[in-house]
Nanobody
């Protein structure tokens, strides 16, 4: 089993930066993919950024050029660097991990961007 645990959310002003972290109990090399989704109030959960075990990345159009997904293999951690944040980035951000065909979600971390 893989249980992602997020951290790093909080309140940030528009135009500022924030870094989210997601740590798992397994080495990244044993996981097919990890990434981030977000869910704003009254909206469906949407993809933000993903990374495969081979380091291929994918981003939502709305965050391209502003957000960067990266990983630290030694710490079994995936990061989401959020720059130039906007009020519309306000949401609960969820980390996930795909392992042996099963997707496991973290508990989520709240990001609030003030205008």
């Amino acid at each position: 089993q893989v249980q992602p645990v997020e951290s790093g959310g909080g309140l940030v002003q528009a135009g500022g930066s924030l870094r989210l972290s997601c740590v798992t109990s397994r080495s990244f090399f044993s996981i097919n993919a990890m990434g981030w989704y977000r869910q704003a109030p009254g909206k469906q959960r949407e993809l933000v950024a993903t990374m495969t075990s081979g380091s291929s990345t994918n981003y939502a159009d709305s965050v391209k050029g502003r957000f960067t997904i990266s990983r630290d293999n030694a710490k079994n951690t995936v990061y989401l660097q959020m720059n130039s944040v906007k009020p519309e980035d306000t949401a609960v951000y969820y980390c996930y991990a795909d392992f042996l065909g099963v997707r496991t979600w973290g508990q989520g971390t709240q990001v609030t961007v003030s205008s």
